[in-house]
Structures are given as C-alpha cells and as structure tokens.
C-alpha cells in the first residue's frame, strides 16, 4: 500500500535576477504549515546554497543562462521537494578607459591609440566620441591632438 509523501513546501515560482545581483528567498515564504526552525532545508541538485531560513545564490558575471534547483525540506519523520528555475539575466558592465598624464609640446601633434588603453569586461566592441574642444578622433579608436601657441609681444 502506497502511503501519500507529506507536503510541507508550497510551489516556488520561478526566480528572475541579474548578473551581479544575490538572488535571496526567505524559506518560511514558502512552507505549508509549521516554523522553518522545525524543517531542514538542502539543496539536492543546481546553484546556490542554505543560510539559515534563507535559500541564496550569488553568481558571477559570464553566468547568465537558466537554472534549476532542487531543493528538500525535512522535519524529521517527513520530506518534500520542490523544483524551480532560476534566470540569471545578462547585465552589460560598462567599459572603462585609462590614459596617464600626458605632455606634449607646443608645435608636435600626438596620436593614441583608445583601443589599447581601453577594455570592456562583457568583450563588446567600443566606439569613442570626443567630448570637449581639443582633438579630434581619427580612424575609429585614435585621438589625434596638435598644440598651437601664438605668441604676442608688445614693447
């Protein structure tokens, strides 16, 4: 004779968050009956880990993609399952862009190269825009500056 598994865990929607971000479930949200101290919760199979009463999974970047987790709720005498997906959404990191200090002297033109001083953590391709009045972009991904000086004397 077949004897009915006890329910002790409600259904878990699925879960949706971005990269970057701790996906956090508080565990009592979703028991049927009874205190989250009186249960034992595991993860079974997939991401994340138990912390006290709280499910959570903290992912990294380069992880975006769809989940499933297992997790098991005990008591001692009785245990439940559920199943549920876990999103992680694709976050694009913004690049950034390094120059030193730099000297030129009146009369030489200087020329740099953006793309070697410049990355993007998610690998996309960069374009520049000149913001200000010195310079100029030339070939896509190079600044090209010439200084200039009149000079005036009066006697």
């Known amino acids: 004779m077949l004897v009915p598994r006890a329910r002790l865990l409600k259904q878990i929607d699925p879960q949706v968050v971005t990269e970057g971000e701790t996906l956090e479930l508080l565990l009592a949200s979703y028991i049927l009956s009874g205190n989250a101290e009186d249960l034992n919760f595991q993860v079974l199979e997939g991401v994340g880990e138990i912390k006290g009463s709280y499910y959570l999974y903290a992912h990294g970047y380069d992880e975006a993609g769809?989940?499933?987790?297992?997790?098991?709720?005990?008591?001692?005498?009785?245990?439940?399952?559920?199943?549920?997906?876990?999103?992680?959404?694709?976050?694009?990191?913004?690049?950034?862009?390094?120059?030193?200090?730099?000297?030129?002297?009146?009369?030489?033109?200087?020329?740099?190269?953006?793309?070697?001083?410049?990355?993007?953590?998610?690998?996309?391709?960069?374009t520049y825009e000149l913001v200000g009045q010195f310079g100029q972009i030339i070939e896509q991904n190079c600044f090209s500056m010439q200084v200039k000086c009149k000079l005036e004397c009066t006697r």
Request: aromatic share 6%.
């Open 66 to 126: 769809e989940y499933w987790v297992k997790l098991q709720a005990s008591n001692g005498s009785d245990s439940d399952f559920r199943r549920f997906k876990v999103t992680v959404i694709d976050n694009n990191r913004a690049p950034s862009i390094e120059i030193s200090d730099l000297r030129i002297s009146v009369g030489e033109e200087m020329t740099i190269d953006l793309s070697e001083l410049s990355t993007d953590p998610d690998g996309d391709s960069l």
